[in-house]
């Protein structure tokens, strides 16, 4: 992912609206742009300042931009996890059907 995409994926990102695909993408480019990042902190201050002068709460903004990067990052090792298992139950199925073929072959047309 270049900058320009990146940067045009923040308003989605901190709109908790990207796809895992995405997401994934866009925090690895975070995660090594240094620019990006800096964009990243400037709109999620924006916003979630915005939101929290209008509710009067005190809290550190940069606390929760951190906290909310390590979130995002927690969602998708959830998410590949859970691709993960899913492709080796797509495999099994696989291997498990080609067997069960085998078994019929051997027993029944041989
Ligand atoms: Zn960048």
Avoid: W
């Avoid at 990243?40 to 903004?61: A, K, N, P, V, Y």
């Avoid at 990067?69 to 927690?74: A, G």
């Amino acid at each position: 992912m270049n900058c320009k995409k990146a940067v045009s994926l923040i308003p989605a990102y901190l709109d908790d609206s990207l796809d895992a695909k995405d997401l994934q993408a866009f925090l690895e480019h975070i995660d090594n742009c240094a620019d990006c990042s800096e964009e990243l902190s400037i709109q999620f201050l924006i916003t979630e300042g915005l939101s929290t002068l209008s509710t009067g709460d005190s809290f550190d903004l940069q606390t929760a931009m951190t906290d909310r990067v390590r979130e995002s990052h927690r969602e998708i090792s959830v998410h590949n996890r859970l691709f993960m298992v899913r492709n080796i139950g797509v495999i099994l199925v696989v291997i498990l059907t080609v067997a069960a073929l085998a078994a019929v072959y051997f027993v029944f047309l041989r």
